[in-house]
């Protein structure tokens, strides 16, 4: 069976600081998705990428940057990290082939001091 | 634009009784796809159940969910609460297939059972 992989699992950074999160995914998808999950406000997206090197806007790119160097992996980077910022980012991937829901990694767990 | 609401932030029931989570969506779109999601503590959020077509139940360890497109409707019901149910419940909406659209999610459903 495949797997979404997202590393790290918890990332601890300072204010200002530029922070990167990994994405992996072995199902041969080919859309992936980055989410913001944060305590009564849902699931927001922030980047998706329907083939490599595609990257389209979500509701929340503002602070954020993406990239989909392969098809396997998507990364999402944290331009300006804000102070006391605690969240969970989601990645998720999905086939082109009928109508596939997305498939959700476990999450990085994000805390700025 | 596309959206999903979820009336309840937080459910809670009594192991036994019957489970109805609301969702109702706005789409401009004749056809929409609608999902139910499921996270328990500290896990990612699983598909449970998903819809495409108007007025069929879909059913899926044991919850059951019907689309009705007249009211824009997608809620989520189970006959009796177990203990295990016991998690946040997103509902979501496509209205290109999951694929090559963006899924909309709404703010979540907190379901807790108690004994």
């Known amino acids: 069976g495949g797997i979404i992989t997202q590393t790290p699992k918890f990332l601890i950074g300072q204010e200002g600081q530029k922070l990167t999160l990994k994405c992996q995914q072995n199902?041969?998808?080919?859309?992936m998705y980055w989410y913001r999950q944060d305590s009564g406000k849902g699931l927001r997206l922030i980047y998706y990428?329907?083939?490599?090197?595609?990257?389209q806007k979500g509701d929340l790119s503002e602070g954020y940057d993406a990239s989909r160097e392969k098809k396997s992996s998507f990364s999402l980077t944290v331009t300006s990290a804000q102070k006391n910022e605690m969240a969970v980012f989601l990645c998720?991937?999905?086939?082109?082939?009928?109508?596939?829901?997305?498939?959700f990694g476990e999450g990085t767990r994000l805390s700025v001091l | 634009g596309d959206s999903v609401t979820q009336t309840e932030g937080l459910v809670t029931l009594t192991e036994g009784l019957p489970v109805m989570l609301n969702c109702t969506y706005q789409t401009i779109y004749s056809n929409p796809f609608l999902f139910w999601y499921v996270q328990h503590l500290n896990e990612s959020p699983r598909l449970l159940l998903k819809?495409?077509?108007?007025?069929k139940r879909t059913e899926h360890q044991g919850f059951h969910a019907t689309l009705h497109k007249s009211s824009s409707s997608f809620h989520l019901q189970k006959s009796s609460a177990q203990l295990s149910d016991s998690a946040l419940y997103y509902c979501a909406l496509s209205v290109r297939g999951s694929a090559l659209g963006r899924l909309h999610f709404g703010a979540g459903t907190q379901l807790i059972v108690i004994p």
């Open positions: 990428s329907i083939t490599e090197n595609d990257l």
């Open positions: 998720a991937s999905s086939s082109d082939r009928g109508n596939q829901a997305p498939l």
């Open positions: 819809s495409f077509t108007d007025n």
């Open positions: 199902f041969n998808h080919d859309t």
